[in-house]
């Protein structure tokens, strides 16, 4: 027979359950309580690391509409910059034309009083030639 039932069986029970117990209290538990901990950390640093995931996409979310907000108001003060601009051209022409046709009212003024000046004084050199050629031809057939 293999098995026998004696008093070393009892001995062998008591000493296998305080070896069990020695083993739990010095290895096992520690073990297992590491274990815990390194779990414990492990989600904490997850948790961690999610919040900062989170953080950074609500930093960048804000970063995006800031440069949209800023890209727009760029934009309209592009646009408002335009405009004035050609406001400001539009008027120098204005200007530039009204002076222009200013110039050239005074330009044709002139010519018309030199062109008036001249032709009086054409007209008394006509009458005067004209009277001078009738002396000559009428004092040239008294001879």
Same mark, same amino acid.
Request: no cysteine; aromatic share 6%.
């Given at each position: ?78 646009? @408002?910059?335009?405009? #004035? !601009? ?5 008027? +120098?022409? &204005?200007?530039? *034309? ?27 050199? @006509?009458?005067?030639? #004209? !009277? ?5 031809? +009428?004092? &040239?057939?008294? *001879?």
């Amino acid at each position: 027979m293999l098995l026998q039932i004696n008093s070393t069986l009892f001995f062998q029970i008591v000493n296998f359950l305080l070896l069990i117990w020695i083993l739990n209290k010095l290895m096992f538990r520690p073990f297992l309580d590491l274990v815990e901990r390194r779990k414990e950390e492990t989600e904490g640093t997850r948790k961690k690391a999610e919040s900062a995931m989170d953080r950074a996409e609500s930093v960048k979310g804000t970063y995006n509409a800031s440069m949209a907000e800023a890209a727009a108001e760029a934009a309209v003060l592009s646009e @408002s910059q335009k405009k #004035a !601009g050609r406001e400001e051209g539009e008027r +120098l022409i &204005g200007e530039a *034309r009204s002076s222009s046709a200013a110039y050239l009212d005074n330009a044709r003024k002139e010519l018309r009083a030199g062109l008036d000046q001249v032709r009086k004084q054409l007209a008394g050199q @006509s009458a005067d030639l #004209a !009277g001078e050629i009738a002396r000559k031809i +009428l004092g &040239g057939n008294r *001879r």
